[in-house]
């Protein structure tokens, strides 16, 4: 199993950038794959972004494609998204994910075992 932690929500201006962190614990960090999620209120979860085991293949949704970048370091047993120029329509709860057998692309929510608690983004003026 791997737990699963997230920083660095907040705040943030229209066009502003933000850092989230995903901090795992557990063993083997690098057999998951892991992933973003968020959701806002009245909405269903929604991929955001993905990337593989070792880190080079990389999966993001349309919506945030060009503007989020997301990263691991398996040696720490880390991941990120970076967020810039974040929209309002960006604000929601982060969810940083992990799982054994999913794709790293794979957008379906139900699909992937391991969770964060979430973390906050506010985009507004």
């Known amino acids: 199993q791997v737990q699963l932690v997230e920083f660095g929500g907040g705040l943030v201006e229209p066009g502003g950038s933000l850092r989230l962190s995903c901090a795992a614990s557990?063993?083997?960090?690098?057999?998951?794959?892991m992933a973003w999620f968020r959701q806002a209120p009245g909405k269903e979860r929604e991929f955001v972004a993905g990337i593989s085991r070792d880190g080079y293949s990389t999966y993001y949704a349309v919506s945030v494609s060009g503007r989020f970048t997301i990263s691991r370091d398996n040696a720490d047993n880390t991941g990120s998204l970076q967020m810039n120029s974040l929209k309002p329509e960006d604000a929601a709860l982060y969810y940083c994910?992990?799982?054994?057998?999913?794709?790293?692309?794979?957008?379906?929510?139900?699909?992937?075992?391991?969770w964060g608690q979430g973390t906050q983004v506010t985009v507004s003026s």
């Open positions: 994910v992990a799982d054994r057998l999913s794709d790293a692309s794979n957008p379906k929510a139900e699909e992937w075992d391991y």
């Open positions: 557990g063993r083997a960090f690098s057999r998951y794959v």
